[in-house]
């Protein structure tokens, strides 16, 4: 039996990558309003390896593209984590099995791990990294497909370190050398909040932006 609580040591890699790299995407929904059908299509579309940015539009429209995205992952053989910020364990189980998802037997096989974003990211920020690797690793000893990662990144705003996030950011790859998906999420209103550098910092610092800024 795999545990699923985050015991502070792991998540995500690190390395800055040009941010005038040709090779960056950005998505943005298929009607310019940020359809959440769109967004949940574009981040399943996304590759293993590559560290990815969200931008959504509000606590509801994320609550259905993480439970979504989480049932899509599970029928794909992928172990999935999730980071959560503004929702309790609770209230991220109850949007999960209002998608069909067997919570219980999910986390049981280790096929589903939810953490606390404050407690993975904010005590020890870089550690994160060996989770992500560690669970990388577990996956391909197992069969599965990969790791889905979709972390709620607002733990940075709320404890009032953007300096330290926008290092975090900077400090991962684009694309990284294990097969984990890293779908970084913010809320509009957070991300609204950063200066005009930060912001662009933060679009060219990822492999592929989805959703909208504005």
Known sequence: MTSNEYKGNSIISGARVNIDNGHQKQI????????????????????????????????????????????????????????????????????????????????KDGNLIIVDAVRAYQIDTYAAMDFAKDLAMRAAREGKSGVFNLSEMGSFFLSERIDAL?????????????????????????????????????LLDHNTVIGLKD
């Open 28 to 107: 943005n929904s298929k009607d310019n309003s940020g359809s959440i059908s769109s967004i949940i299509e574009d981040i399943r579309k996304s590759n293993f390896q590559e560290h990815n940015l969200l931008i959504y539009p509000d606590l509801p429209s994320f609550r259905e593209i993480y439970s979504e995205c989480t049932k899509q992952a599970l029928d794909k053989n992928e172990i999935v984590f999730l980071a959560t910020t503004y929702d309790s364990f609770d209230r991220v189980e109850d949007a999960l099995r209002s998608k069909g998802i067997s919570i219980d037997d999910e986390k």
């Open 166 to 202: 926008m290092e975090y950011e900077q400090s991962m790859p684009k694309k990284m050398d294990f097969k984990f998906k890293a779908i970084c999420s913010y809320h509009r209103d957070n991300f609204n909040t950063l200066a005009e550098k930060q912001q662009r910092a933060m």
